[in-house]
T-cell receptor, first 112, second 118 residues
Framework: QKEVEQNSGPLSVPEGAIASLNCTYS??????FFWYRQYSGKSPELIMS????GDKEDGRFTAQLNKASQYVSLLIRDSQPSDSATYLC????????????FGTGTSLTVIP | ETGVTQSPTHLIKTRGQQVTLRCSSQ?????VSWYQQALGQGPQFIFQ???????GRGNFPPRFSGLQFPNYSSELNVNALELDDSALYLC?????????????????FGSGTRLTVV
C-alpha cells in the first residue's frame, strides 16, 4: 500500500467550474498535509498546508482534511486555464525521519 | 528574498560516472532536503541536512551522498550512475527542520536538475 494515493487523472473541467482533487494516506499518525502545484517541466510550488480537521480557504483554493477517513482534498473554485497543472499531495508523518511522502499527482486540465 | 537555486539545470552522464548537483537554499532557510522525481511520479525523499549533518534519509543506496555547508548550501553526489538514476533532482529548503516543531511549514523547491544517464 502506498503512503499517499491520488487519482492520476487526467481531470478535465471547464473554465469557471470547481475542480476537486482528492488524496488518501495510509498512516493515521500523519500530522501535516500539503498541496503542491507542478507545471510541466517545472518544480513543485506550495499552494496550501493544512493540519487540523475541517476546511482551510485561501483565495480560490480550499483544502479539506478528514483524519478519521484519512483523506485530504483540494477544491479550486472558478477554475482558470492557468490552473492546468499536476497537483501533488504531500503528507508528513509524526515520526518519519523528516521526510514528506508525495503522491504521484493528479493532472488537471481547465478547458477554456 | 532569493529563492532556492540549483545548478546545473540539465546534465547528461554516462553509466558508471559520478555526478555532483548543487543547491543554494532560500534566504532564512537552514534545512535542505533532496528529492528524486522520475517521470510521471511524485518526488521521492533522498535525504535532509540540518546544521551540516544528515537529519533523515529515505530508501536510497549509499552511493547517494550529500553535504551541507555553513552557508546552508548543499551538494548531492551520486556515484556509479545507473540508467534508473535518470530523473529530475529537486532541492527543497525550509525554515525549520520538519519534525522539530509542532507543525511543518512545507518546502520551497528549487527549479531542479534534469539528469539523464546514458
Amino acid at each position: 500500500q502506498k503512503e499517499v494515493e491520488q487519482n492520476s487523472g487526467p481531470l478535465s473541467v471547464p473554465e469557471g467550474a470547481i475542480a476537486s482533487l482528492n488524496c488518501t494516506y495510509s498512516d493515521r499518525g500523519s500530522q501535516s498535509f500539503f498541496w503542491y502545484r507542478q507545471y510541466s517541466g517545472k518544480s513543485p510550488e506550495l499552494i496550501m498546508s493544512i493540519y487540523s480537521n475541517g476546511d482551510k480557504e485561501d483565495g480560490r483554493f480550499t483544502a479539506q482534511l478528514n483524519k478519521a477517513s484519512q483523506y485530504v482534498s483540494l477544491l479550486i473554485r472558478d477554475s482558470q486555464p492557468s490552473d492546468s497543472a499536476t497537483y501533488l499531495c504531500a503528507v508528513k508523518r509524526f515520526f518519519s525521519g523528516n521526510q514528506f511522502y508525495f503522491g504521484t499527482g493528479t493532472s488537471l486540465t481547465v478547458i477554456p | 528574498e532569493t529563492g532556492v537555486t540549483q545548478s546545473p539545470t540539465h546534465l547528461i552522464k554516462t553509466r558508471g560516472q559520478q555526478v555532483t548537483l548543487r543547491c543554494s537554499s532560500q534566504s532564512g532557510h537552514n534545512t535542505v532536503s533532496w528529492y528524486q522525481q522520475a517521470l510521471g511520479q511524485g518526488p521521492q525523499f533522498i535525504f535532509q541536512y540540518y546544521r551540516e549533518e544528515e537529519n533523515g534519509r529515505g530508501n536510497f543506496p549509499p552511493r547517494f551522498s550529500g553535504l551541507q555547508f555553513p552557508n546552508y548550501s548543499s551538494e548531492l553526489n551520486v556515484n556509479a550512475l545507473e540508467l534508473d538514476d535518470s530523473a529530475l533532482y529537486l532541492c527543497a529548503s525550509s525554515r525549520t527542520p520538519p519534525g522539530q516543531g509542532a507543525f511543518d511549514y512545507g518546502y520551497t523547491f528549487g527549479s531542479g536538475t534534469r539528469l539523464t544517464v546514458v
